[in-house]
């Protein structure tokens, strides 16, 4: 594949879910600045996501119907960065259905999903005044029953030890005054925000060295004076984006430039796209995709619009219960998501698509069989389709090896339909189709 | 490369291609004597660690139910005399805990109270890594049950030292040079392929692991996914082995906690030979409304180790098993405004079997000697964990936990 080509793909995968053929096709014809415009700016570009999920007819007031819908959203919009950025803030700025759960679950995180998608390339300092008004996360993290003579300091806490500062840049007892700035901090009985003025400790407050009668927003605006806030986010974004262990100077060079735009996402997100570092050779397969991404990522290879119906619970096996992290930190990732368990579910999900057949196949076995008649030609269709069509040569001899075994595929319509399912499993199952 | 935090997290075989592959492709699965491994003689069975994760209340769990101050401290939360079961004259356990309460009274549990650390971290994220490293000092990578496996040499070639029940291998495993499978099932766990050509299994294993073993790539993540995959499939048939061989006459409640327990049963019973298994059960950071959520959660640890020491009871293997629980904190003394906790400091550890000492272990933190409003520990952790060590795996405990701790005498 020619490295123009290659970088696209790479932009598409960490910018979005993957690509089709045509998507990609597109992208090169804009030319990779283009793109990465067109990403950033979701708003200018149309999108009928909405009427293709609503015809669908998923029943969106149950959790796992939510899930769903999601991921179809992820699978067919037009504006893959905000949703890979929804993703993103979901894996961040934590709540978890577990937690959160009864009736009204469902509408709470189709509200909490709404927010970080309105937010998604927005202003931080508007995201952290959205989120610690946001109903599931008052239920999540406990400020709902947050009250004045007897704080309950769940929230600020995590606010500034996972959200915005990291642990060593803050005390103890700014945690403790922080929780009484966020008291009468609630919801009322239709799950909408309210704040309690009786439950509301109004005497003085000292966070971060900012004195005074503080409320929430109070504490966001000491927090965000702290120069550890701009590089704290920067990191945790270029590392979602590019590649773990950045180097010092790269994320005080991002920091620099988000707190200098006044914590604008978009130039922050811009910068990281544009970067020499994030379109280096070091960044290109150096990820390993998340469970989201290695399904959705088949889905789109093979250029398909249908998802399993039970994705969500794939999903749940492979280490990601969307709407449900495991902890307030989100999901760890990387190699994280690699254990003997969670190899075999790939595996099997790999094996799943390629072996559909009739009316849920994701594969016309027939119709490679006559475009590609040799193993060679196959084995290069899908180093092509999935890998970039970087497939090291002792790869290629093993895969070539098993092609070979099947039998005669021009002369044999059983064994080109063994082979060509088989193939693709492989090259989906093997190691280099984890990298993202 | 992986970085070496990588490596250590998920148990790589630290081998080159050339020497592994062989061994497993041949899927012998065990150790023999040609990969120059003996396994520990001295061992006196498999130890069961179960995590409580979120911070479990303590107090509420072994309960000073006579003391004024337990009453006073928790007007809302305390609870009355009545509805307690006492251990003694001064402690009880909280109601959940009656099968518990069975097993104390059989000699089978010991309670070691007032456990925990000096300079305690109230951070979940932290304090659980040092739960799981024993050190609360570095911020050590390896994991004290990796560094175990790795010295008794109980593990090599895919055969597991260690099994972890759950989505992710929980940094207590975490070392070089140890394979420790995480299983969230056991019948999932097998490698499958396409229905209608299902002769054609094996070669596509065999491929499959030509694609983990050359690749020959210099991507980062690639040595350490082709390695992972390895694992996978040279495990997978010797785990399912194992693991249908036991049919279990006990009714273990419906809940994961149980069923994993369950699972860590049934490969007991097929003599896996793994010498510690991993169960965790979560949702103890009661920060509000804790009466209900520990009452259930309690009962769901209690009813689900009780089923676990009877199927072991029924396989005859009661007093080869030594099953151990913590959590990363206790709560503070006072409740808050939300009929809740906050982090707090010492906890009890509870030890269930046929082969220990039961009884009341430690002390009970004083509650009019608080420390900004949390209990002093007592007994360092790593002691109950050396005890372990050396009295039950067989194993030094210094070069594992770093120093020498004093034993206790719930195993002689």
């Known amino acids: 594949m020619d490295q123009t080509r290659r970088e696209l793909a790479h932009l598409l995968r960490r910018a979005g879910f993957g690509a089709t053929p045509a998507e990609l096709d597109a992208a090169v014809g804009l030319g990779y600045d283009a793109t990465v415009e067109r990403l950033l700016h979701p708003e200018r570009v149309p999108d009928d996501v909405d009427a293709q999920i609503a015809a669908l007819d998923l029943d969106q007031s149950k959790i796992e119907g939510l899930r769903l819908a999601w991921l179809y959203r992820m699978l067919l919009t037009a504006r893959p960065l905000q949703e890979k950025m929804v993703l993103f803030w979901h894996g961040h700025l934590t709540s978890a259905v577990s937690k959160v759960g009864g009736p009204r679950a469902p509408a709470l995180f189709q509200r909490q999903l709404a927010l970080f998608r309105e937010q998604a390339l927005g202003n931080w300092r508007d995201l952290l005044r959205g989120i610690s008004r946001d109903p599931a996360m008052l239920a999540y993290l406990d400020n709902r029953l947050n009250r004045k003579g007897a704080p309950n300091e769940n929230y600020a806490r995590e606010l500034m030890e996972l959200f915005t500062l990291g642990i060593g840049n803050y005390s103890e007892a700014d945690v403790k005054e922080a929780a009484r700035a966020f008291t009468g901090w609630t919801v009322n009985r239709d799950l909408t925000f309210t704040v309690t003025p009786r439950q509301h400790d109004d005497d003085v407050k000292t966070v971060l060295g900012h004195t005074g009668n503080l409320d929430g927003d109070g504490v966001i605006d000491a927090i965000l004076d702290q120069p550890a806030a701009a590089s704290y986010l920067a990191g945790k974004l270029f590392r979602f984006f590019a590649y773990d262990d950045p180097e010092p100077q790269v994320i005080d060079r991002l920091g620099g430039v988000f707190r200098d735009s006044g914590y604008d996402l978009r130039t922050l997100v811009g910068a990281i796209l544009h970067a020499p570092e994030f379109r280096s050779e070091r960044a290109y397969h150096a990820h390993i995709k998340s469970p989201v991404e290695f399904t959705l990522g088949v889905v789109k290879a093979l250029d398909a619009q249908a998802l399993p119906r039970d994705l969500p619970a794939v999903l ?45 196949s994701y594969l016309d076995a027939a119709a490679l069989a006559q475009t590609y008649r040799t193993p060679d030609a196959l084995v290069d269709h899908f180093a092509e389709q999935f890998l970039d069509g970087d497939l090291p040569a002792s790869s290629r001899a093993a895969l070539l090896d098993y092609a070979h075994q099947g039998g005669d595929l021009a002369a044999n319509p059983n064994a080109a339909d063994r082979t060509i399912r088989g193939l693709a499993h492989l090259v989906m199952a093997g190691p280099l189709y984890q990298l993202g | ?125 932290r304090s659980m890594d040092i739960w799981q490293t024993a050190d609360p000092v570095a911020y050590s990578q390896s994991g004290w049950l990796g560094r175990y496996l790795a010295g008794c040499q109980c593990s090599a070639g895919s055969q597991a030292g260690g099994v972890a029940v759950g989505q992710a291998l929980p940094r207590a495993f975490w070392t070089e040079s140890v394979f420790v499978p995480a299983l969230s099932s056991l019948d999932g766990y097998r490698f499958q392929t396409d229905p209608r050509w299902p002769a054609d299994r094996d070669a596509k294993i065999q491929t499959l692991q030509e694609l983990d073993a050359r690749h020959e790539a210099i991507r980062p993540y690639a040595d350490f996914l082709g390695q992972q995959s390895l694992n996978a499939l040279a495990s997978t048939d010797e785990l399912q082995r194992v693991a249908g061989a036991w049919q279990t006459p006990i009714s273990y409640p419906e809940n994961g906690f149980a069923q994993g327990l369950k699972a860590v049963a049934r490969l007991i019973a097929g003599d896996l030979g793994a010498r510690v298994y991993y169960v965790q059960i979560g949702g103890f950071d009661t920060h509000a409304n804790q009466k209900n959520t520990q009452q259930r959660l309690l009962d769901q640890l209690a009813t689900g180790l009780d089923a676990f020491q009877n199927d072991l009871e029924a396989m005859g293997k009661a007093d080869q098993v030594l099953t151990m629980t913590f959590s990363e904190f206790g709560r503070r003394v006072h409740e808050n405004g939300s009929q809740g906790t906050d982090h707090g400091t010492a906890e009890p550890m509870f030890l269930l079997g046929a082969g220990l000492k039961g009884g009341l272990y430690g002390t009970q933190p004083p509650l009019d000697d608080l420390d900004n409003g949390d209990l002093r520990y007592q007994v360092d952790f790593r002691a109950v964990y050396a005890t372990a060590l050396e009295r039950w795996l067989g194993a030094s405990a210094e070069p594992v936990l770093g120093a020498s701790y004093p034993l206790l005498d719930f195993l002689s």
């Open chain 1, 316 to 360: 749940r096996r492979m280490g990601q219960d969307l709407l449900n992290p495991p902890s307030v930190k989100g999901w760890d990732g990387g190699p994280a998501w690699i254990n003997a368990m969670t190899v075999l579910e790939r595996a099997n999900f790999a094996n799943r698509l390629a072996t559909a057949r009739g009316d849920q």
């Open chain 2, 1 to 125: 490369m992986p970085t070496r935090r990588e490596f250590l997290s998920k148990g790589l075989m630290l081998v080159t291609i050339g020497v592994a592959a062989p061994a497993f492709l041949a899927k012998t699965g065990r150790a023999t004597p040609e990969m120059g491994v003996a396994p520990s003689v001295t061992s006196r069975g498999a130890l069961v660690v179960v995590q409580l994760s979120g911070g479990n209340d303590g107090l509420n769990t072994v309960i000073p139910y006579r003391d004024p101050l337990y009453s006073q401290l928790r007007p809302q939360l305390g609870l009355p005399e009545s509805e307690v079961l006492p251990l003694d004259d001064t402690l009880a356990l909280h109601p959940a805990l009656a099968p518990l309460k069975a097993r104390f009274d059989a000699g089978q549990l010991a309670v070691v109270r007032g456990v925990g650390y000096p300079n305690p971290d109230r951070s979940h994220f």
